[in-house]
């Protein structure tokens, strides 16, 4: 080949190159600009997330409540369910003074279940079955919190406060989410601590970046008028730094991946299950605890339901639920009998606004705990 041919081979490569550079990157500002839109419309009209700021980026845990935060929890239908944190993180009654420490305490460790998600903190199981016992609730569950969280809290908790009673929530989802490096969120990517297998056994892995979505002030633009201005002010402040940030971090955990750069999330859950409780069984022992475990969600099979009764009791509180629908029931099944009966719904005629357990479904499962709590033996 020739040497001027060389040059106009190399000229024609580099315009194709950089077509297809300027090409890409208008296709990515168009679907960037097109998310952007859908959350501004999703933050307008209301959609499901929090008045105010009440979690903030954690290095350990992904994301955790802000010490003494106060807002509202969105439901579709009408007002915001009050939600206050007290100077330690637990979820309290929004009208509730400082906590009085009376005890028995009772320390409470799960996802939007033990939380009490669109339910007020003084209807949610922890808090009644810390009231039915004349004691106080440590409420430290969390919406999309996993079974990792769930063992960084028992392990920070449990000998800052001597607990009398630790009440370890089990779920399927639970476990699925120790088993992801992202959790669900309404918006933008929510990195949290996962668990990792390789030849030496399970190792437990920070989130794989930080936390953005927390740090920027989405929740200013709920209450703003649907302005030109307003909305360059939330693509410039808010969603264009989320979503190049998200995106960037996202493509650099999916190259470390293929690369095997990062480490494997553990892929079999049985050992994940059975680190994380009997870790916290062992905790309990050694600070005079009582743990028991309350199993929320489609029950796990006889192996696995074993494997946790070696750790500590089991309160079968999905089950309870069930019974006291149709006595029949011996599985949860989202059946419309269970819906009416659990969900949360608002309006005129009713619709189902959201599917956790409503404050009857809380006194059920209340119960339940309270029944193991006097029937079995202390360990």
Avoid at 67 to 91: C, K, S
Avoid at 326 to 346: I, K, M, N, Q, T
């Amino acid at each position: 080949m020739k040497r001027g041919g060389r040059f106009r081979w190399l000229r024609t490569g580099a315009s194709w190159s950089l077509v297809f550079a300027l090409g890409s990157l208008g296709a990515y500002g168009v679907w960037t600009f097109q998310r952007a839109h859908r959350l501004y419309g999703f933050l307008k009209d209301g959609g499901r997330g929090w008045t105010q700021r009440v979690y903030k980026p954690d290095g350990d845990l992904g994301f955790a409540p802000v010490p003494g935060a106060v807002g509202g929890d969105m439901l579709p239908g009408g007002p915001p369910i009050p939600t206050r944190f007290d100077q330690h993180g637990f979820r309290v009654p929004i009208s509730e003074g400082p906590s009085a420490g009376r005890r028995p305490l009772v320390l409470a460790l799960g996802d939007s279940f033990t939380y009490g998600a669109a339910c007020l903190a003084e209807d949610a199981f922890p808090h009644l079955v810390a009231r039915a016992l004349g004691g106080t609730a440590l409420n430290a569950g969390s919406p999309s919190y996993g079974l990792s969280q769930v063992l960084i809290l028992a392990r920070r908790l449990i000998p800052r406060h001597a607990p009398d009673i630790v009440l370890v929530q089990y779920s399927g989802l639970l476990v699925a989410r120790a088993q992801a490096r992202y959790t669900h969120s309404f918006f933008g990517v929510m990195p949290t601590p996962f668990f990792a297998a390789d030849g030496a056994g399970l190792r437990l892995q920070p989130p794989p970046f930080g936390n953005r979505v927390l740090d920027l002030p989405l929740t200013e633009f709920r209450n703003t008028p649907r302005t030109v201005s307003d909305y360059a002010s939330f693509l410039r402040r808010a969603a264009l730094p989320l979503f190049v940030h998200d995106d960037a971090a996202v493509a650099y955990v999916q190259a470390g991946q293929r690369l095997r750069l990062l480490p494997a999330v553990a892929a079999d859950p049985e050992p994940v299950i059975r680190h994380v409780y009997s870790e916290i069984a062992e905790l309990c022992r050694e600070h005079g605890a009582r743990m028991l475990i309350v199993l929320l969600g489609r029950p796990p099979g006889a192996e696995r339901r074993l494997e946790l009764q070696r750790h500590a009791a089991a309160v079968d509180a999905e089950l309870a639920l069930c019974r006291a629908v149709d006595a029949g029931c011996e599985v949860p099944v989202l059946s419309e009998a269970y819906l009416w009966a659990y969900g949360h719904f608002r309006g005129s005629p009713p619709r189902l606004v959201d599917s956790h357990p409503n404050p009857r479904a809380h006194a059920v499962i209340a119960e339940e705990v309270l029944k193991t709590i006097g029937s079995s033996p202390a360990r």
